[in-house]
C-alpha cells in the first residue's frame, strides 16, 4: 500500500512539471504591431504587372501601417504589415504607396530590411518578422484579409 502511495506522488510531482512544459511549447509569439482587423480585395486584371513573380506592392490605408503584398510566383501571394517592427509607428514602414517593388524593402527610419518571403529581418536593428495577413485568390480577386 506504501509503494503504491509513492507512486501516486511521484506522479502528482511530475504531472505539473510535464503540463507547464506542455504550455510553453504552444506559445505563438505575439506580433509587435496592433492587430487591426480589415478585408482588401484587389482585381489582379487591373494590377496585371503584380501577377509577376518577385513583384510587390504597398497599399496604404488598410492594416496598422499598410499591407505589402509580395507575388511569390503566379497564384501565390503573401501579405504584410508594413509597419516596421523596431519603430511601431505608422510613419516608419516598409514599401512605398503603390509603388511594385521587389522582394525585400527598407524601414526608412532604422534602415531594418526585411524580405519578403517570411517577412524576417535581413538587417538593421529588427529582431521580429513583419505581422502577416492572410491571402487568398479566387480567379482574377485577391482577398487580403486579417479577421
Known amino acids: ?3 503504491l502511495g509513492l507512486r501516486i506522488a511521484k506522479y502528482f510531482l511530475v504531472l505539473p512539471i510535464f ?5 510553453s511549447c504552444d506559445k505563438i509569439e505575439e506580433s509587435v504591431i496592433p492587430d487591426v482587423q480589415f ?5 489582379l486584371t487591373v494590377y496585371n504587372e503584380f501577377s509577376v513573380p518577385g513583384n510587390s506592392i504597398y497599399i496604404q490605408g488598410i492594416g496598422y501601417g499598410g499591407v505589402i503584398v509580395y507575388c511569390e510566383l503566379p497564384g501565390s501571394y503573401y501579405a504584410y504589415d508594413a509597419a516596421c ?5 505608422k510613419s516608419c514602414f516598409v514599401g512605398e504607396p503603390g509603388v511594385i ?3 525585400t524593402g527598407e524601414c ?3 534602415e531594418s530590411q526585411y524580405v519578403f518571403i517570411g517577412g524576417a529581418p535581413t538587417s538593421g536593428p ?4 513583419l505581422r502577416p495577413y492572410n491571402v487568398s485568390v479566387s480567379g482574377n480577386i485577391m482577398r487580403i484579409y486579417n479577421n
Open 1 to 3: 500500500m506504501r509503494e
Open 19 to 23: 503540463l507547464a512544459g506542455s504550455f
Open 39 to 43: 478585408t482588401y480585395t484587389i482585381d
Open 85 to 89: 517592427t523596431h519603430e511601431v509607428s
Open 101 to 103: 517593388g521587389s522582394i
Open 108 to 110: 526608412p527610419c532604422c
Open 126 to 129: 529588427a529582431k521580429q518578422a
